[in-house]
């Protein structure tokens, strides 16, 4: 597990259970200035200490790992999806609640709306891009279709 996640999980369960931080001390005899390291990845929680606050969350030790390494694995994908930076713009790269999914939200060139794709992220990375490209190539050409039938839109007008 990587220590910069430690914090962010420490600090998201204790929100999740609607702990504060001075509740989280006086249960577990953990000083302001300790715990506030510990959320903050200033410091790292002893194994005692981190059994103590994992117990209080209700969290496993496999969770922490898992939600640790989902955190690894969106970090993976935001650095994967950068360099489609220049042709489209990747306006968001998410995990899922359960650290499983992964979504991805692009704009199309000349175009607000935004597109969403979605996947596994235990899936091979080649995968993934393959998909990815299909999926774009799929709104470029809705995009085709929509701006040939406002040309032959506009032709009507004059038609008449």
């Not at 606050?53 to 969290?59: F, P, R, S």
């Not at 709306?113 to 799929?138: H, T």
Request: net charge negative.
């Amino acid at each position: 597990m990587e220590k910069k996640w430690i914090g962010e999980i420490l600090k998201n369960a204790r929100k999740n259970k609607g702990l504060t931080q001075k509740q989280v001390m006086e249960i577990t005899n953990i000083n302001c200035k300790s715990l506030s390291g510990y959320e903050n990845n200033v410091a790292e929680p002893d194994l005692d200490t981190f059994s103590k606050l994992i117990e209080l969350y209700d969290l496993s030790a496999d969770e922490i790992f898992e939600i640790s390494n989902g955190k690894q694995k969106v970090s993976y994908w935001k650095k994967i999806f950068k360099k489609v930076d220049d042709e489209i713009e990747v306006t968001k790269v998410l995990e899922s609640e359960n650290h499983k999914r992964c979504m991805v939200y692009y704009l199309m060139p000349y175009s607000n709306a935004e597109n969403e794709f979605v996947f596994n992220m235990d899936v091979d990375p080649q995968k993934v891009i393959d998909g990815f490209c299909l999926d774009v190539r799929e709104r470029a050409n809705e995009m085709i279709l929509h701006i040939k039938e406002c040309s032959n839109s506009v032709e009507d007008y004059f038609s008449e």
